[in-house]
C-alpha cells in the first residue's frame, strides 16, 4: 500500500482548544469540515487539476473558518456546557449553497455556507459608504449593476435546534429522505425536522423508571443510507439495535438485535469496557455495518444477527495492558471508523498516531503512522509494525514505548476516491493514493 501525503495544517495555539474533534467530508468530497474543542468548524476545499502544476491536484486548502458554539452555562443545573463540537453533518447538496450541522453536548445548529463575487452598485438612496444620501441632490435615478469582487465565503446560522437533549449528544444522522434528521445522547434518540426547530419526536427512550436500573447506554447511531425507516444504535454492552420507524412511533422495540456471544474463558474485569461500541457506520451499499470496539472493528451482515461476519484486531498486542490502559482511562478512549467508497477497505485509529486499514477481500491489513515526516508532500507511507517480547526487527516498534497521549480518534474516507483524512490531536493529515485505484 502506498499513500501520499497532501496536506497537513497545524494550529499554533498547540493542545486544547485546537484537539480535532469530528472530520467529515460532504457527499462530493470537494469539502471536508473539521469541528475542534474550541467550538471552530474549519472547511477545506479541494483545489482543482491543473495542467501546469499536476501535482497539487487534489489538495485541500481552507475555504471558511467561523465559530459554530460557544460555551454556555446550564443555571438550573449548575453545569458547564462545553463548545466542543462533537459531530458534524453534511447535508446533500440541492442548490449553489452548501448545509451542513454541528453540534456540542446540547445544542444542534444548521449552517449555510454560500459565495458571493459579484456585489451591486449604483444605488439611488445610498451612497458609496451605505449612508442614506439627501433625497433633494438624488436628480435622476440609476440601475444598480453587478460588478465583479473578491471571492466571499459566507457562513450564515439557518436553524438552531436546542433544547431537545437533558444528556450529551453523542451522535446525529441526517436521513435520505433530506428533510429529517435524528439526534442520538447516552438514553434517548430524537428525531427532527430540518425546518422545525421548537419540537422534536422522541423516537427511542431506555431510560428507566429507576437510575439505579440502568445497565447500558447509547453510544452512537445512524441512518440506513437508502431506507428512510430504518436506522440503527449501538450500546455500551457491544449490541447493535436495526429500528423500523414504520413499525410504531416509539421505537423501543427493535425489529433486530446484533449480538455476539461472549466467550466465557475470554471473560475479565475489562469485558464489558472493551466490547462498548464506540462508532456504528453503515456500507455505502447499506447491506453491512461496521462496528468499532476498544480492541476490534467488526462487520456485521444485516440479515445475520448472531455473529459478525467478518473481526479483524486492532490492536490485540494491547490485550494484556489494559489494566494500566484502565488507570490512565485510555480504555475509555473512543475511537471512530470508516469504509471506502467501494465498501472493500475499512480504516480505523490507533495509539502513537497509528492507523490501521483492512482489506475485506484479499484479508491482508496494513498499519501507518499519520507523521510529520510522513506529511511531507509526495512522501511514501511505510507500513509500522508493533512487536511484543524480545525479538524486534529494524523498524519495529516495542509496544512498552507506545505512546499513547497520541491517539487518532477520528478519521474519514472521501466518498469515491483514495483520499483519507486523519486528525491527530491538533493536526490535520490528508494522504492520497495516487498509484492504486483501491487502498491496497
Not at 471571492?151 to 451522535?171: C, D, Q
Request: charged share 30%; glycine share 4%; proline share 4%.
Amino acid at each position: 500500500m502506498e499513500g501520499e501525503s497532501i496536506y497537513e495544517v497545524d494550529s499554533e495555539d498547540g493542545v486544547g482548544a485546537d484537539i480535532i474533534s469530528t472530520v467529515e467530508f460532504n457527499h462530493t468530497g470537494e469539502l471536508l469540515a473539521t469541528g475542534d474543542k474550541g467550538g471552530r468548524v474549519v472547511i477545506f476545499q479541494r483545489e482543482p487539476e491543473s495542467k501546469n502544476e499536476p501535482h497539487n491536484q487534489g489538495e485541500y486548502n481552507v475555504y471558511s473558518t467561523f465559530q459554530s458554539h460557544e460555551p454556555e452555562f446550564d443555571y438550573l443545573k449548575s453545569l458547564e456546557i462545553e463548545e466542543k463540537i462533537n459531530k458534524i453533518k453534511w447535508l446533500p447538496q440541492q442548490n449553489a449553497a452548501h448545509s451542513l450541522l454541528s453540534t456540542n453536548d446540547k445544542t444542534i445548529k444548521l449552517w449555510k455556507i454560500t459565495e458571493r463575487d459579484k456585489r451591486p452598485e449604483g444605488y439611488n438612496l445610498k451612497d458609496e459608504e451605505g449612508k442614506l444620501k439627501d433625497l433633494s441632490t438624488v436628480t435622476s435615478l440609476q440601475v444598480p449593476k453587478l460588478k465583479p469582487m473578491d471571492l466571499m465565503v459566507e457562513v450564515t446560522p439557518r436553524r438552531i435546534f436546542a433544547n431537545g437533549h437533558t444528556y450529551h449528544v453523542n451522535s446525529i444522522s441526517v436521513n435520505s429522505d433530506c428533510e429529517t434528521y435524528m439526534s442520538a445522547d447516552d438514553l434517548r434518540i430524537n428525531l427532527w425536522h430540518l425546518a422545525i426547530t421548537d419540537r422534536s419526536f422522541n423516537i427511542v427512550d431506555i431510560k428507566p423508571a429507576n437510575m439505579e436500573d440502568l445497565t447500558e447506554v447509547i453510544t452512537a447511531s445512524e441512518f440506513h443510507p437508502h431506507h428512510c425507516n430504518l436506522f440503527v444504535y449501538s450500546s455500551s454492552k457491544g449490541s447493535l439495535r436495526l429500528c423500523d420507524m414504520r413499525a410504531s412511533a416509539l421505537c423501543d422495540k427493535h425489529s433486530k438485535l446484533f449480538e455476539e456471544p461472549e466467550d466465557p474463558s475470554n471473560r475479565s474485569f475489562f469485558s464489558e469496557i472493551i466490547s462498548s461500541v464506540s462508532d456504528v457506520k453503515f456500507s455505502h451499499s447499506g447491506r453491512y455495518m461496521l462496528t468499532r470496539d476498544y480492541l476490534t472493528v467488526k462487520v456485521w451482515d444485516l440479515n445475520m444477527e448472531t455473529k459478525p461476519i467478518e473481526t479483524y484486531q486492532v490492536h490485540d498486542y494491547l490485550r494484556s495492558k489494559l489494566c494500566s490502559l484502565y488507570e490512565n482511562d485510555c480504555i475509555f478512549d473512543k475511537f471512530e471508523c470508516a469504509w471506502n467508497g467501494s465498501d472493500s477497505v475499512i480504516m480505523t485509529g490507533a495509539y502513537n498516531n497509528f492507523f490501521r486499514m483492512f482489506d475485506r477481500n484479499t484479508k491482508r491489513d496494513v498499519t501507518l503512522e499519520a507523521s510529520r515526516e510522513s506529511s511531507k508532500p509526495r512522501a511514501i507511507l511505510k507500513p509500522r509494525r508493533v512487536c511484543v517480547g524480545g525479538k524486534r526487527r529494524k523498524d519495529d516498534i516495542s509496544v512498552d514505548s507506545l505512546d499513547f497521549t497520541k491517539k487518532i480518534l477520528h478519521t474519514a474516507w472521501h466518498p469515491t476516491e483514495n483520499i483519507i483524512a486523519i486528525a491527530a490531536t491538533n493536526n490535520l493529515y490528508i494522504f492520497q493514493d495516487k498509484v492504486n485505484s483501491e487502498m491496497h
